[in-house]
């Protein structure tokens, strides 16, 4: 009978570890669709910066195929979309300082700064200063979002 019980509990520590599993690699995908967009929309900097090959070439034609890279904020939109995902299973950190307030204050400046990043793109600078306040201002937004 002892035995059914520590079954049990394994399964169930199994369980919360696939799923933390899953939640990493959903976090992960929003990422790397993050990264995608950067490399997509800042094409010309990289290759200015001699970060492009082939092979690179090659998948992201692939992937501009499937749809995702067609317009400018879908990318953004799914990247964004797994990182909910993500949280959603998430156990929140327990925190004192932290409230439901605070916590919609770094939703509320995440949103903005994910999404009005893209104003440095249509800023008159240099490509590579509007790729780089472009990206730093859309991280930061990214890690509002994720710390909210």
Not at 54 to 66: A, H, V, W, Y
Not at 94 to 119: C, D, P, Q, R, V
């Amino acid at each position: 009978m002892i035995n059914k019980y520590k079954t049990k509990t394994m399964q169930t520590g199994e369980n919360e570890q696939a799923l933390r599993k899953i939640l990493d690699m959903t976090r992960l995908i929003s990422m790397v669709l993050l990264c995608l967009h950067f490399y997509y929309f800042g094409y010309n900097v990289f290759k200015l910066w001699g970060l492009t090959n082939d092979f690179g070439d090659k998948l992201m034609q692939n992937i501009f195929r499937t749809g995702l890279l067609d317009y400018f904020h879908t990318s953004k939109l799914f990247a964004l979309g797994f990182l909910c995902i993500s949280l959603l299973g998430a156990k929140g950190r327990k925190n004192e300082k932290l409230n439901f307030k605070t916590a919609m204050y770094y939703i509320s400046a995440g949103f903005t700064a994910y999404f009005s990043s893209y104003f440095f793109l249509t800023a008159y600078m240099m490509p590579e200063t509007k790729l780089i306040l472009y990206m730093l201002c859309t991280a930061l937004g990214y890690l509002l979002l994720l710390s909210g």
